[in-house]
């Protein structure tokens, strides 16, 4: 969705020679819209960034031996691909079934594996090995096999047809595919060109291992085992792809297209940062039976001594001022703390005042039906919110959070933080609400500095709900009640039933915490809250089986129903877990039974 993505590299002169480079670069795009486009943006960058590296190491088998020097012969991963044991899987097919109410998954799936993993070991772990090594790059599928012509003997009956070559290895072929294979030391190697055969690791259990322990599927690049001209060549040809693709669009103003050019510019020098200081970058997935979850890390490590890991270190133990946000039993609570080096405040300084032409841009298009005054009370709004986060920015400092309140009769929230001027949003508020005024008459107004708590001040406004709109009413009753605190550098928005009261309870605790140690981002939602609320306001059609599902969570998982996403600092880098609990695999395997049920009846299963 950058303008990074939109332009077509492939048509450099680097993606032009053979196929087998344009497969690579489909394979990278299709990775961003099925994978990365849902993770954050700094983590699609490093996993871009990453990915991108492997496919053009992937292409330059045919000169890497003349333009490499390595200082030793030992193969150097530079990426993994790990696959726990089939040994291990069965045992999370036991705990995947029993969340269904599926039993002995295991023991009924064990004769149709036994017959088509004859000669392999099952109980150890499988993989993908691309390394580099003196003699260039190789890479090969790793299977812990005991014989690896008896595990080819059951495929012949498919059209699997293998064929011994001169030096021992294995011709393997099937509907026209030619794969080629070998055996040593316990272990069978299959590539698709055979010289990537002649540089293997030693021992692939080793590395693959190192992954498997805590995953059951695990991707791990090793960016600086990539040779650093290789590094410098990939920078290169992306930044002439993406130049080459940064052409104004039809009906795109010089305005815009300089705008969108200057954002484009600072995502290439931040990519080009994380190719250059990036040393490890590792993607895990895990089925954890013993403690009934499911969770998948994004790690990263920087290079030591890097301006990247020097950020890292920045954050390595976050202290915030609103630890009243950190409340783990809400329906939905988030809590962020961190801080910005001098060079990351410059960027996103930079960023923002593209991002404000934008916005300027987009009203006077988008709002043709308003005056000139009102767009540009529309634009002075938007100057003050940005004029506060650019303010916040420049503190170096970010640190906040939110929190909701629910059940089936009442719902409160809560959102707040450091603020560089709070002023700004004080202004930027009024300014809204004079907009509201002029095109809504009925609009009540506000009641401004309605209420004080320490050295925050409240202006509030209620919000008429009509009769029809029952799901908000039992909610938030027959008026919405909103909150807007304005301390000396703090700002807060609250909603809901007794908002006032939610948060003046989070400043009270924050005081009575400052300092307090966090992660550098936490956020939770608990399902059994939402159900709940989710069945009392659903109709009929619907209402029984959400509520079949809330008394599922609440009987049998004593409240392990959250969905958690955690950063966690480790050193020179940090950890993205995001866990699925007990709670929430049940839920969507008894959501699954349902939907089979449903179907069944519909005959459509």
Known sequence: ESPFWESPFWESPFWESPPMEKRNVDILTALHAQILRPLSLVTRRILIAGAALVAVTATVNCWAPKAQAQSSDEPKPVAIVAINSIDNFLEDADFVGSLGGIPDVAEKAKPQIAAFTQGLDTSKPMGLVVNMGAMGPGGAICLPAIDLKQMLAIYAVFGVTVEEQADGGLEISAQGQTVYARQADGWAFISMVPEMLKNLP??????????????????QLNVQNIPSQIREMAITQFKVGMDAGMQPKAGESDQQFETRKEIADAQFAQLERLVNE??????????DGKQQRAYIDIIYEAVAGTKLAEQVARNSDPKTNFAGFFQPDAAMMLSFAS??????????DQMLAAVRNQVRTAIDEEAENSSDKEREAMKSVINDFLDAFVSTVKEGVMDGGAVLTLSPSSAT????????????????????TELAKEEDPKFSGVNWNADSHKDVKFHTINLPLPPEEKGPRQLFGESLEVAVGIGDKSAFLALGRDCLSAVKGVIDTSAENQGKSVAPMEMTVAIQQIIEVAASLADEKD?????????????????????RIV???IPNGARTRIEAEEGVLRAIGMAVMQAQMQAAGAGEY
């Not at 990036?278 to 089925?287: C, M």
């Not at 801080?339 to 996103?348: C, G, H, L, P």
């Open 202 to 219: 030693k021992d692939p259990g080793k590395i693959i291992g190192e992954l498997t322990k805590d995953y059951d599927i695990g991707v």
């Open 278 to 287: 990036l040393d490890e970058v590792t993607v895990g997935l895990a089925l």
């Open 339 to 348: 801080q910005a080096s001098e060079s990351d405040i410059a960027q996103i």
């Open 413 to 432: 929230f809560v959102a707040g933080g450091l603020i560089g001027d709070p002023s700004k949003v004080e202004s930027g508020f009024k300014k809204l």
């Open 543 to 563: 209402q029984e089986n959400l509520q079949m599902v809330a008394t599922m969570l609440e009987e049998n998982v004593e409240g392990r129903d959250h969905v």
């Open 567 to 569: 950063v966690q600092p």
